[in-house]
């Protein structure tokens, strides 16, 4: 006796369905958080942060990742992984007062943007203490704006700083032409064309006031900080970011052979 072609319909339908869950199963990409570690690290002012690092403990060139106002760390979680797997020990961490939980961690204290830059500096010294000797930062919005700040001050020097849409003033922040003007290490300011805060001409201001080397590239996009990655000009970003980091902050194997 045949099968009913109803019934025939239905089983071919359950096959299909088997089938594109086996696909979709097996291609489902692993979490950027999967290979990091969460870690806690205290201020100079004695505020715990949460953070996350990614990447091989050997590494011995390193970046912090400052995020902007209002988001937190996991904003450059998928970014970190993709740097991570080029050989980077990556740092992200909350400013003090973002605690999005879960993967996203929990720092302590009350929010303060004039504080941002103590933030990162703790930030900066905690990777160093993983043994990484050539650490980089790259900060979004507030992030950006902490970035310039830290390395105007940091005693080590800082080789590499990438801001995105970083504003030369936030809350009671400001980058003054003389803290530019501390800045040795190589500067590359990035902005959307279209971004409503006027980052793009924020960049104009602050590339024309740092000394060199420095570069500034503005893109076609409305976006803003974090969210350039992911704008339709993402990719590029993410691209020019690399790129500068491998210009100016790898580390050569300098050893002698044989």
């Known amino acids: 006796m ?4 109803r019934l025939v319909s239905v089983l071919a339908s359950i096959l299909v369905l088997s089938a594109c869950s086996g696909v979709f199963s097996s291609t489902t990409e692993e ?22 690092l990614f990447g091989p403990t050997e590494a011995r060139a390193g970046v912090v990742l400052a995020h902007m106002l209002p988001a937190d760390q996991t904003s450059w979680y998928p970014f970190a992984q993709r740097l991570a797997q080029q050989g980077y020990r990556v740092l992200t961490f909350d400013f003090r007062g973002y605690c999005p939980g879960g993967d996203g961690g929990c720092s302590k204290g009350t929010k303060d943007v004039g504080a941002a830059n103590v933030d990162l500096q703790g930030a900066v010294d905690r990777l160093r203490e993983e043994g990484v000797q050539r650490v980089g930062i790259a900060g979004a919005s507030m992030g950006g704006t902490a970035a310039l700040l830290v390395a105007a001050t940091d005693p ?3 080789p590499v700083v990438v801001t995105l849409s970083a504003p030369q003033s936030i809350g009671s922040l400001t980058v003054q032409p003389s803290a530019l003007a501390q ?17 793009a001409a924020s960049a104009d201001t602050l590339a024309a006031q740092s000394p060199r080397p420095v570069r500034e590239e503005v893109v076609t ?19 020019l970011i690399e790129q500068w980091l491998g210009q100016w902050l790898a580390v050569t194997d300098t050893s002698p052979s044989g």
């Open 2 to 5: 045949g099968v009913p072609a």
């Open 31 to 52: 979490s950027p958080v999967a290979a990091s570690t969460a870690i806690t690290f205290t201020t100079s002012d004695g505020v715990a942060l949460a953070g996350r």
């Open 156 to 158: 080590h020097g800082i």
């Open 183 to 199: 800045i040795a290490g190589a500067k590359l300011y990035i902005a959307g064309l279209g971004d409503p805060s006027g980052a």
């Open 221 to 239: 996009s409305d976006a803003h900080g974090t969210d350039l990655l992911t704008s339709q000009q993402g990719e590029h970003v993410q691209e």
